[in-house]
């Protein structure tokens, strides 16, 4: 029993259309799989950068244990004379200190007003 024709011309243009969006679908699959190759090379990227971000965070953490250990060995007299210092700075240090704020500050009284 054979089909009418236009039956016939139906099933070929469901079929065009079937391999029309098989194609459009390969193409999304093709799209998908390069997407997520490149999400796992980001996240290979990521966890990479955070390694390396822990890595420094704890060696920053040993040098603060240092640190605190140095300070925690000075005496009271070594404690007073370095905030002495702080509050008032031998004189050359201090002459040194302004001679670079000048400098630093020479912009503001250039001639024509901040440069």
Do not use: Y
Request: charged share 30%.
């Amino acid at each position: 029993m054979a089909l009418p024709s236009d039956d016939l011309d139906d099933v070929e243009e469901v079929l065009k259309r079937l391999e029309s969006e098989c194609f459009s679908l390969d193409e999304a699959s093709q799209a998908a799989q390069q997407s997520a190759h490149r999400a796992v090379l980001n996240s290979a990227a990521a966890d990479s950068a955070l390694a390396l971000m822990e890595q420094r965070l704890a060696e920053v953490r040993e040098e603060s244990r240092r640190a605190r250990e140095q300070v925690a060995g000075l005496s009271k007299s070594q404690l007073n004379e370095v905030k002495a210092i702080r509050t008032n700075p031998p004189l050359s240090v201090r002459r040194s200190l302004e001679a670079l704020w000048l400098i630093l500050q020479a912009r503001q009284w250039a001639v024509g007003g901040a440069a």
